[in-house]
């Protein structure tokens, strides 16, 4: 979708011009009617995954997306996957959330 968006001239404004933003967010599905049906009534069975997604938002599109099985792990502890994907003039921002 990136190619289509560039040749359509369809990008958003730059938010800081000469760099490439790059917004990092975590995604956990926790509650439970999202999991699978039979653990549904079990109060000890596994959480549902999480991922981090990047997005650019000069695209409005997600551009990685890293997921992880562990329902308890931290999402700090994905950042080992997500450093190698960092390039030169790129800034990746983290969302924080409640």
Known sequence: MEATIRHLN?????????YRIKI???NAIAAT???LKVLRDISSA???????????P??????DVFPCEDG??????????????????????YALTK
Do not use: N
């Open 46 to 56: 596994p959480l549902p995954g999480q991922s981090l997604v990047v997005l650019d």
């Open 24 to 26: 990092l967010d975590g």
């Open 10 to 18: 369809a990008t958003m404004p730059d938010l800081l011009p000469g």
């Open 72 to 93: 308890h792990a931290q999402e700090r502890s994905l950042f080992d996957e997500v450093l190698p994907t960092v390039e030169q003039d790129d800034v990746r921002t």
């Open 33 to 35: 009617e999202h999991r």
């Open 58 to 63: 000069s695209l409005m599109l997600a551009v």
